[in-house]
């Protein structure tokens, strides 16, 4: 269970909204389970739960070296993240001393992407509990993505099998991990398996193993990777890529938990859980007779679908903060922020590739640029699909509508002068000979709009 403790100067008072709503943040940025508050002064303090994360919030001159030392003799392990508001928080001098032994910091009025990034970066840091592996890399707080999460608790809780669909890039491995380390599994392997990757006739050594001697040139036994995954997960990715012989073989597995390594003349038993993915409709292949129904029924007890990431609206400005963290720090160069232009590109470019191809973006970005602000033109991406027709749409909307305007300008003016052109071409502020060719354009007849007609 992961605690964060703020510690408030006495009298302190918010400077800004999101510095008021600090507690809200902390809860939004899923890092902790528990999130207590305090005054510097408070002589309850120590009872307070042991803390992975002390974040002093106070006015720069009420923070001395003096009174962190004493939050960290009570809470050796915790690390501080100073909150530095009001008065001289602008002033360095002020500052360097008290910055001495925290960890991070951030000056008020700051930002909320920022907070929950450098708070993500530190809490990696911490020591970490053998339930928390590298699920935590999971970033997204749309409502789609937030409703997968929360079934992954759930998924968690069960021993039955899980097919996870999603595009391509879209994280189904990350979320399959989730799976495993939240569940009572999570002390054993986790083993992924690529079937797209693996030959058909490499299928079942791979899957089950061979004894010594099973075929030519097997000079020692092997264990296969259900054997390696024993108590634990194995995660078949591009399950829907097997072909029929080896959907033969898994079925065979999935049915009795039972399997023969090659070579072997006695069957083997197995405690192993197993989470498929696919990035295709398996009921839609199953009525093609591409995939078997009696293997679908197995595999699909439990399902999971995970959105593109064009349907996580602003999740992708939270992922590409994240992944810049990520690689501005790999690279070792201060993290760059984006202009507004390529915020607008990113929300509006449809990411076939997902997560994965915003990843690639992001690094080659990094690699390739050393500016300081990143704009539209660091970034190799084509112009989204939807959002060239949603232009083309627009365009055309717009020429038709100012079109009739035009149009039924024109013949109003007409109307009032009695089809006479020089007159209605005085009263547009236009030349007769320009008026002429809007009457022409629009296929207008003069004679048409003459008194009596």
Same mark, same amino acid.
């Given at each position: 269970? /992961?605690?964060?403790?703020?510690? #408030? ?26 999130? +207590? ?6 002589? %309850? ?45 602008? #002033? ?28 993500? /970066? ?15 890399? *999971? ?8 409703? @997968? ?16 669909? !999603?595009?391509? !890039?879209? $994280? ?37 193993? +061979? ?5 030519? %040139? ?17 995660? =078949? ?34 405690? *192993? ?5 696919? #990035? ?14 009696? =293997?679908?029924?197995?595999?699909? *007890? =439990? ?12 999740? *992708? ?14 690279? $070792? ?19 076939? !590739? ?13 690699? =390739? ?31 038709? @509508?100012? !079109? %009739? ?12 002068? $009695?089809?006479?052109?020089? /007159? ?17 354009? +629009? ?8 008194? $009596?007609?």
């Amino acid at each position: 269970m /992961r605690n964060a403790l703020i510690i #408030n100067s006495n009298g302190f008072t918010p400077c800004s909204h999101l510095c008021g709503s600090l507690s809200r943040l902390l809860k939004k940025a899923g890092l902790f389970d528990a999130i +207590h508050e305090t005054s510097v002064d408070s002589p %309850n303090i120590q009872n307070k739960p042991v803390p992975d994360l002390i974040l002093p919030r106070l006015f720069i001159d009420d923070w001395t070296s003096k009174r962190l030392d004493a939050a960290k003799r009570v809470w050796t392990s915790a690390k501080t993240f100073a909150l530095l508001c009001g008065r001289n928080s602008r #002033n360095d001098k002020a500052i360097h001393p008290a910055l001495m032994d925290v960890d991070e910091f951030l000056v008020c009025p700051y930002d909320e992407n920022e907070l929950l990034i450098r708070l993500t /970066r530190l809490f990696k840091q911490l020591p970490a509990e053998e339930d928390e592996p590298e699920h935590h890399l *999971v970033v997204g707080e749309s409502p789609l993505f937030r409703q @997968a999460m929360n079934k992954v608790t759930l998924l968690a809780k069960s021993k039955a099998a899980v097919v996870i669909s !999603g595009e391509t !890039g879209s $994280g189904k491995e990350l979320l399959a991990r989730a799976i495993h380390y939240q569940s009572a599994r999570k002390a054993k392997p986790f083993i992924p398996v690529n079937c797209g990757a693996l030959p058909d006739d490499l299928f079942e050594n791979e899957l089950f193993g +061979h004894l010594k001697g099973a075929y030519t %040139n097997a000079s020692t036994a092997e264990k296969g990777l259900i054997a390696e995954a024993e108590g634990g997960t194995l995660f =078949l990715d591009e399950v829907d890529t097997l072909s029929p012989a080896a959907q033969v073989k898994l079925l065979r597995f999935l049915q009795s938990g039972e399997y023969r390594p090659l070579g072997s003349s006695k069957s083997a038993v197995a405690d *192993v859980r197993v989470i498929a993915a696919c #990035n295709t409709d398996l009921t839609l292949l199953v009525e093609q007779k591409l995939f078997r129904e009696d =293997l679908h029924y197995r595999l699909n *007890v =439990l399902s999971l679908s995970i959105p593109p990431l064009r349907d996580r609206g602003a999740d *992708v400005i939270r992922l590409a903060s994240h992944f810049l963290a990520v690689y501005a720090r790999e690279h $070792g160069r201060t993290m760059p922020k984006l202009s507004d232009a390529a915020l607008h590109l990113f929300l509006e470019y449809s990411w076939p !590739g997902n997560v994965r191809e915003l990843e690639s973006v992001i690094q080659r970005a990094i690699v =390739l640029q050393d500016s300081e602000v990143l704009r539209p033109e660091d970034f190799s991406l084509p112009k989204s699909r939807q959002f060239t027709a949603d232009a083309a749409l627009f365009q055309k909307s717009k020429s038709q @509508a100012i !079109g %009739n305007f035009e149009r039924n300008f024109i013949a109003r003016l007409l109307t009032a002068h $009695g089809g006479n052109i020089s /007159r209605a071409a005085k009263a547009a502020g236009k030349d007769r000979r320009s008026f002429q060719r809007l009457i022409n354009k +629009h296929g207008l007849d003069p004679q048409a709009f003459k008194m $009596g007609f």
